[in-house]
T-cell receptor, first 112, second 114 residues
Framework: GDQVEQSPSALSLHEGTDSALRCNFT?????VQWFRQNSRGSLISLFY????TKENGRLKSAFDSKERRYSTLHIRDAQLEDSGTYFC?????????????FGKGTQLIIQP | DPKIIQKPKYLVAVTGSEKILICEQY?????MYWYRQSAKKPLEFMFS???????DNQTASSRFQPQSSKKNHLDLQITALKPDDSATYFC?????????????FGPGTRLLVL
């Protein structure tokens, strides 16, 4: 089965609202990376976490440091430019240390 | 200036032909990767290279062959192209291949096989 499960698969929000995206892992992961894919298809790295939380402007991400089985991405005060598809990708402890396994993505639409 | 360059941006090929996808990174990284994104599957890892050596290969078909002529180059040769190979191919790089390191992605090459 899928090692990385993202939810929700799609989300539509109005500007100014907050949202939370989640990734669950079927096994313990070493680290997680979050990306946004824009309308041109470019993958933009948002966060890399080996543990704990990181914050950048209106974005904040957390990686469960105990079980290492889930990660979240919070978007505060959503803006139109936040629209896109958000992917989480995780590195497992087994197999290739640098091999990222991606979730299927959350398609986020921000409406005026 | 773009730090990871992929060429071409778009590529149309006929079934059975051979193409080479180019990737160059100017981040000073030692590890480079190829990933593929198709309509049918999520982004999936293909290869990783470190200091020009193959470290990991998750591509079942030998039709896909990475080529590294310089430390900051990792091209992808695809032979005997099939329509199922149609996808966007992303090159990525990171400082090293030990894991626990941010991977940065190039803009991708969109390949369409007719």
């Amino acid at each position: 089965g899928d090692q990385v499960e993202q939810s929700p698969s799609a989300l539509s929000l109005h500007e100014g609202t907050d949202s939370a995206l989640r990734c669950n892992f079927t096994t313990t992961m070493r680290s997680v990376q979050w990306f946004r894919q824009n309308s041109r298809g470019s993958l933009i790295s948002l966060f890399y976490l080996a543990s704990g939380t990181k914050e950048n402007g209106r974005l904040k991400s957390a990686f469960d440091s105990k079980e290492r089985r889930y990660s979240t991405l919070h978007i505060r005060d959503a803006q139109l430019e936040d629209s896109g598809t958000y992917f989480c990708a995780a590195e497992a402890y087994t197999g290739g240390a640098d091999r990222l396994t991606f979730g299927k993505g959350t398609q986020l639409i921000i409406q005026p | 200036d773009p730090k990871i360059i992929q060429k071409p941006k778009y590529l149309v090929a006929v079934t059975g032909s051979e193409k080479i996808l180019i990737c160059e990174q100017y981040l000073g990284h030692n590890a480079m990767y190829w990933y593929r994104q198709s309509a049918k599957k999520p982004l999936e890892f293909m290869f990783s290279y470190s200091y020009q050596k193959l470290m990991d290969n998750q591509t079942a078909s030998s039709r896909f062959q990475p080529q590294s002529s310089k430390k900051n180059h990792l091209d992808l040769q695809i032979t005997a192209l099939k329509p199922d190979d149609s996808a966007t191919y992303f090159c990525a790089s990171s400082q090293d291949d030990w894991g626990q390191d941010t991977q940065y992605f190039g803009p991708g090459t969109r390949l369409l096989v007719l």
